[in-house]
């Protein structure tokens, strides 16, 4: 019954990437396998495919959420999967420990299309900076049960959290074949070098003491 609704769900998800508009040019050939060498050609056209250059398995297995955010991504991008090159579509499982999250992070090239399967989820995105500097980021949030789909728009932050007691997992079509993660914390408290104290002290309006604490944290990338 389990395997079913996986493959039901990775069904649901590969139908409504391939009808939706990709954030990616569209191809000039049937494929173009990405190839992991400087001396390649740039283009490997239809007669240098293999069947093992459009496959990936593993996506029936659940991640390892033993980690502080208690989650897991599990992507299948054009680094996991060289066939999607140039095909404008990739995917990704989730899973989380109780009261897991995935926290607020973007992807700067993708729209994302999130379906849950088991367990209980609380998502959100915030939009862009308003017009009137009067008004503030509006925040959409949702509480998502199996079967529910929920679409995170390109760049925008979004973020995904277990609710419940119990493991969730979730699986997300993105409109990229590299879609990209920024994850917010990661990218201004953990960068390298890391971003000046007196920056940041402006921006987020807290003591120095607050930022150099932030900053010398470890802060796990769970892609």
Known sequence: MATTRLLFSIAILALA?????????????????????????DLQGSKHGHPDDFFF???????????????RVTPVTVNQLAGLNTLGISLARLDFAPYGLNPPHTHPRATEILVVVEGTLYVG???????????????FTKTLYPGDVFVFPEGLIHFQFNVGNT?????????SQNPGVITIANAVFGSDPPISSDVLTK????????IKYLQGQFWWNIN
């Open 125 to 139: 995105f915030v939009t862009s900076n308003p017009a009137n500097p009067n008004q503030k980021n509006k925040l």
């Open 167 to 175: 493991n969730a997992v979730a699986f997300a079509g993105l409109s």
């Open 203 to 210: 921006a987020f309006q807290v003591d120095v003491n607050v």
């Open 57 to 71: 398995s593993g996506l029936n297995k659940p991640g390892n959420t033993s980690n502080p955010l208690g989650s």
């Open 17 to 41: 990437s391939s009808l939706a508009y990709a954030s990616d040019p569209s191809p000039l050939q049937d494929f173009c396998v990405a190839v992991n060498d400087s001396k390649a050609s």
